[in-house]
């Protein structure tokens, strides 16, 4: 069965230090790749996404993600990370074909000002 | 902008009982999903629907069943509830055949079962 593995749980950093938040994923076939973000007490939010073309993919508020298909990675970036990035993170996985998306267990980030 | 919405934002019910949360959406996307949310777990499937009385199990569908009568409707149904059953259900929608889009996702309904 298809599988998306997040490498930290919980991450803390303080403001302006970099951020990257591992995502792997177990699939075979032709995916398109998503990281979610949920902010405190709000509903959940496209970051970015990848379906094709380049792999350095850019995303709202300074995000960006790069898809590697070798390695089956879709890592999270972050130059400078601000205290409103505190959130949970998730990355997910659509599988084409299957019509259905398989999340990560999520990352919780807490940035300190 | 799409809209998702779910009719409950905080629900608490008895273990036994039928539970009914239900969820909206207004741009007449063909797929809608459940999902629970609980710490350390992400979002797990619960069921999918890609039309109109048509579903399909997820990861975790036991003890729980969907109902997709209108387009823009669909309902999960907790035959008999149970305190396991306390968790975070998250609703979301996309179109239908366009697998680039992301998913629209309402506010949640947090659900506790004494």
């Known amino acids: 069965a298809q599988s998306v593995s997040q490498h930290n749980h919980h991450v803390i950093l303080s403001e302006a230090a970099s951020l990257e938040l591992g995502c792997n994923y177990s699939?075979?076939?032709?995916?398109?790749l998503f990281w979610y973000v949920q902010y405190p007490g709000q509903h959940l939010q496209l970051l970015l996404k990848?379906?094709?073309?380049?792999?350095l993919v850019k995303g709202i508020k300074g995000f960006e993600a790069e898809f590697i298909k070798s390695k089956f990675s879709f890592n999270l970036r972050k130059p400078s990370v601000q205290w409103s990035d505190t959130a949970e993170y998730f990355c997910?996985?659509?599988?084409?074909?299957?019509?259905?998306?398989?999340f990560g267990d999520g990352t919780t980030l807490t940035v300190k000002p | 902008d799409v809209k998702v919405t779910q009719s409950s934002r905080y629900l608490v019910k008895r273990t036994g009982e039928k539970v009914f949360l239900e969820c909206v959406q207004d741009?007449?996307?063909?797929?809608m999903f459940w999902y629970r949310q609980d710490p350390g777990l992400g979002l797990r499937l619960i069921y999918f629907?890609?039309?109109?009385?048509?579903?399909e199990k997820g990861d975790i569908p036991e003890g729980y069943s969907v109902s997709r009568e209108k387009k823009e409707r669909f309902s999960l149904i907790l035959e008999s509830a149970s305190t396991n059953q306390t968790s975070m259900y998250l609703c979301?929608?996309?179109?239908?055949?366009?697998?680039?889009?992301?998913?629209?996702f309402g506010d949640g309904t947090r659900l506790s079962i004494l």
């Open positions: 979301a929608s996309i179109p239908g055949g366009i697998s680039n889009q992301p998913q629209h």
């Open positions: 997910a996985v659509y599988l084409r074909g299957a019509g259905k998306s398989t």
């Open positions: 990848y379906f094709s073309g380049d792999p």
């Open positions: 699939y075979g076939g032709t995916v398109n």
């Open positions: 629907s890609y039309d109109v009385k048509m579903k």
């Open positions: 741009m007449d996307h063909e797929n």
